[in-house]
C-alpha cells in the first residue's frame, strides 16, 4: 500500500508561485496513475490535474490551464506541481492522489490513496 506525503503549500501573494511534491513510498510508483486535488472551505473535492503511468499525458482543470504544470520523476518516487500566477480562488487543501488500476480518473472515488493534504492559501 502506498503512502503519499504533499509538501510545499504555504501563505503566498496573488501572482506568486508554489511547487507542491508529492512522495510515494512505493518503489513500483511508475504503475501509479497520479493525480491532484483540491478542496476550498464548503466546497467538494475537484481535480485540478493528472499524469499517467505510461506516457505521462497529462490533463487540467480549465481553471488553471496555462497556469499549473504537473509533472514525475519516477526517480525519486515524487510528483509534482508547479503552480504559476496564482489566485485567490486557488487557495485550498491540494491532496495527492494515486491508483493502480484507474485510467484517467477525473473523480476523487476512482483513486485509492491519498496524502493528508497541504494548506495552499493565496492573498489578494
Known amino acids: 500500500q502506498v503512502q503519499l506525503v504533499e509538501s510545499g503549500g504555504g501563505l503566498v501573494q496573488a501572482g506568486d508561485s508554489l511547487r507542491l511534491s508529492c512522495a510515494a513510498s512505493?518503489?513500483?510508483?511508475?504503475?501509479?496513475?497520479m493525480a491532484w486535488f483540491r478542496q476550498a472551505p464548503g466546497k467538494e473535492r475537484e481535480l485540478v490535474s493528472r499524469?499517467?503511468?505510461?506516457?505521462?499525458?497529462?490533463h487540467y482543470a480549465d481553471s488553471v490551464k496555462g497556469r499549473f504544470t504537473i509533472y514525475r520523476d519516477n526517480a525519486k518516487n515524487t510528483v509534482y506541481l508547479q503552480m504559476n500566477s496564482l489566485k485567490p480562488e486557488d487557495t485550498a487543501v491540494y491532496y495527492c492522489?494515486?491508483?493502480?488500476?484507474?485510467?484517467?480518473?477525473?473523480?476523487?472515488?476512482?483513486?485509492?490513496?491519498w496524502g493528508q493534504g497541504t494548506q495552499v492559501t493565496v492573498s489578494s
Open positions: 499524469i499517467s503511468r505510461s506516457d505521462d499525458t497529462t
Open positions: 512505493e518503489r513500483t510508483f511508475s504503475n501509479y496513475e
Open positions: 492522489a494515486a491508483d493502480l488500476t484507474v485510467v484517467a480518473g477525473t473523480s476523487p472515488q476512482v483513486y485509492d490513496y
